[in-house]
């Protein structure tokens, strides 16, 4: 059974850091593109930092400087580091895996960041 499973949300105070992880089980981990998107309430998901098998990583502008994506292809496992958070960055954090030729899009169950003093 395909999963994408996240972990690492939870609170943290403005300024703070947290580091999500996300495992992925029965896919070929290096035939996908590696994705995280979040939502917040009354807003629509965004992309928030993609990496390629190859290591290209794409960001949204305003995470770039504080926001990191990296892939251990050996653990099948994605993660994003996150630093200098703000309150802003609240939002669910949704793991996405996207096949890099077939039409399938695989999402994870979301975990919570809240950033609030």
């Known amino acids: 059974q395909v999963q994408l499973v996240e972990s690492g949300g939870g609170l943290v105070q403005p300024g703070g850091s947290l580091r999500l992880s996300c495992s992925a089980s029965a896919i070929i981990f290096n035939s996908y593109t590696m994705g995280w998107y979040r939502q917040a309430p009354g807003n629509q998901r965004e992309l928030v930092a993609s990496?390629?098998?190859?290591?290209?990583?794409n960001y949204v502008d305003s995470v770039k400087g504080r926001f990191t994506i990296s892939r251990d292809n050996a653990e099948n496992t994605v993660y994003l580091q996150m630093n200098n958070l703000k309150p802003e960055d609240t939002a669910v954090y949704y793991c996405n895996a996207h096949h890099q030729w077939r039409p399938i899009n695989l999402w994870g169950q979301g975990t919570q960041v809240t950033v609030s003093s």
């Open positions: 990496i390629s098998n190859g290591g290209r990583t």
